[in-house]
């Protein structure tokens, strides 16, 4: 089962940034949080992850709540090849638990 | 990361036959793994396979409907057996990064049975 909820959908307008929440409530102590996010007939594409502290590199930033049940992904300036689902899993081990997603939809 | 292809893209065939689906990866890795997408739902992980050990399947799947083949450190093969319009999906293989953390995902088997 799942670990983590997410909205189904979200806009963001080009140019903007783009937060994307998740809710992993269950999360353990030691199980990471990732993010992927797919684009339509493509392979799921790694973003990011983290474990307690927040977290950027060259494609976004995590923002992990202090008490690890709440996690934010920031693009900081969506364009329109970012529109794809994007996925906020917990790593459970060696296996990502994957949720339903968020349907991103970056409008011009 | 890792470069991976995946064989066929997609096919179409028909009930009660099977087919192979074939993974490669441009490096060595140790754990490939091997998940399906239904229409419209998220990933769901099938099995996990190290070279030279049998695959573990996850809850719910079986290896006689979906026997795995791991021959070497960058090669592995999925077989979705006696088919069903229920086995129409996605299937991805992937493979873990040299740092343990990320997966590398492949393009995917668009898989039509009729």
């Known amino acids: 089962d799942a670990k983590t909820t997410q909205p189904p959908s979200m806009d963001c307008a080009e140019g903007r940034a783009a937060n994307l929440p998740c809710n992993h409530s269950?999360?353990?102590?030691?199980?990471?949080v990732y993010w992927y996010r797919q684009i339509h007939s493509q392979g799921p594409q790694y973003i990011i992850h983290g474990l307690k502290n927040n977290e950027t590199n060259e494609m976004a930033s995590l923002i992990i709540t202090e008490d690890r049940k709440s996690s934010t992904l920031i693009l900081p300036h969506a364009t329109l090849r970012d529109t794809a689902v994007y996925y906020c899993?917990?790593?459970?081990?060696?296996?990502?638990?994957w949720g339903l997603g968020t349907s991103l939809a970056v409008n011009p | 990361s890792a470069v991976i292809s995946q064989k066929p893209s997609r096919d179409i065939c028909q009930r009660g036959t099977s087919l192979t689906i074939q993974c490669q990866v441009d490096s060595q890795v140790t754990m490939m793994f091997w998940y399906r997408q239904q229409p419209g739902q998220s990933l769901t992980l099938i099995a996990t396979a190290n070279q030279g050990s049998e695959a573990t399947y996850e809850s719910g799947f079986v290896i006689d409907k979906f026997p795995i083949s791991r021959p070497n450190l960058t090669f592995s093969t999925l077989t979705v057996s006696n088919m069903s319009p229920e086995d129409s999906s996605i299937y991805l293989c992937?493979?873990?990064?040299?740092?343990?953390?990320?997966?590398?995902f492949g393009p995917g088997t668009r898989l039509t049975v009729t």
């Open positions: 992937s493979v873990e990064g040299t740092g343990g953390y990320e997966q590398y």
């Open positions: 269950t999360i353990s102590g030691n199980e990471y």
């Open positions: 899993i917990v790593r459970v081990g060696r296996k990502l638990i």
